[in-house]
């Protein structure tokens, strides 16, 4: 059983709803129409003019019958959760402001969510991804023992007829962390590997494998790879290393022998955005991996973020990835 078919099936033991923020987008409505013809373990909201979205469902001949469509402008408790909000933003938003916005897809789908009325979000097909994390970091917050909110991908390929998965983080949101927040990053990035079925096993990417460089990205690195050991000594994480040092064996043991993850890593953590998102874009296009995400990481609620690029079969996997989060 495959990683989708697997998500599936766990929803079916526990459907959630998730909202769309971007009711009438062709990609979200054929997703949708995917959605209510495999069944009711993950019910779709949609937000948007009622109208508007089911003309936009008929031109695209996609059947939503059974998803739900909330428009903004017509919600019938917005005033509660106008005044949630306010409350959220005190000293921050004045209502006015809180009403403006709530008229935004972002905003009011984000409050379905803090509200109750929907278990997972995922938006990003028109918005930008500060527009659909800003909401989320507003309202949702980071949960208990959190101060920052990273994401991963989930990296998926056949090979010799095995599926072959691996994780990598964070590639989208945080640009230059510090330790700690690598700390978090890669924390965060094994508990979602180990939910995808990964069993972690998590190096800490450097230009440097211990110590045969020197400066304060690799000092920053080795500083977060310590931290982790003192405070998840259960976890299988080490560094810094190179990243040939982190897949190959033979690499591996020569550079870094006696490591329990050199040569065999599959959870990937890099020091900062711009090498990560290089490195999960070289895996996709030319290890030929598919590449699921970003999966924000650290939040109170799964709120997660498409490309602007995507397709509607990326928009149908990645809803039962935020939905299952949930």
Do not use: H, W
Request: proline residues 4%; negative net charge.
């Amino acid at each position: 059983m495959d990683l989708f078919e697997t998500l599936v099936e766990t929803l079916k033991a526990n459907p959630k709803k998730i909202v769309f923020t971007e009711g009438t987008d062709a990609r979200i409505l054929s997703a949708t129409d995917k959605l209510v013809k495999a069944g009711d373990f993950l019910k779709p909201v949609l937000v948007g003019n009622v109208e508007e979205v089911k003309k936009a469902a008929a031109e695209g001949g996609f059947c939503i019958d059974g998803a739900e469509i909330i428009d903004p402008e017509n919600y019938a408790d917005m005033d509660a959760m106008a005044q949630t909000m306010f409350e959220l933003r005190k000293g921050k938003m004045d209502m006015d402001t809180v009403r403006a916005n709530l008229k935004k897809g972002n905003y009011f789908g984000t409050m379905l969510v803090k509200m109750g009325v929907a278990d997972a979000l995922l938006g990003g097909a028109t918005y930008s991804t500060a527009d659909t994390v800003r909401p989320a970091l507003q309202l949702i917050k980071t949960k208990p023992g959190n101060k920052n909110v990273s994401s991963c991908f989930i990296l998926i390929r056949e090979k010799d007829g095995v599926e072959e998965r691996i994780a990598m983080g964070d590639c989208a949101i945080q640009i230059a962390p510090d330790e700690d927040a690598l700390v978090e990053t890669a924390v965060e990035t094994a508990k979602t590997a180990a939910y995808f079925g990964i069993d972690p096993r998590v190096a800490m990417l450097s230009y440097s494998t211990k110590g045969s460089g020197k400066g304060d990205d690799v000092t920053k690195v080795a500083n977060a790879t310590a931290k982790i050991k003192a405070a998840y000594p259960e976890l299988k994480v080490d560094g810094e290393m190179q990243f040939d040092a982190a897949v190959s064996p033979t690499v591996g043991q020569l550079k870094f022998p006696g490591s329990p993850v050199a040569g065999q890593a599959n959870t990937f953590i890099f020091p900062e955005i711009q090498s990560g998102n290089i490195g999960y874009k070289i895996a996709q296009r030319l290890g030929g991996f598919a590449a699921y995400g970003p999966i924000l990481q650290g939040l109170n609620a799964p709120i997660n973020d498409l490309s602007r690029g995507c397709d509607a079969n990326e928009v149908y996997k990645m809803a039962l990835i935020t939905a299952a989060l949930a």
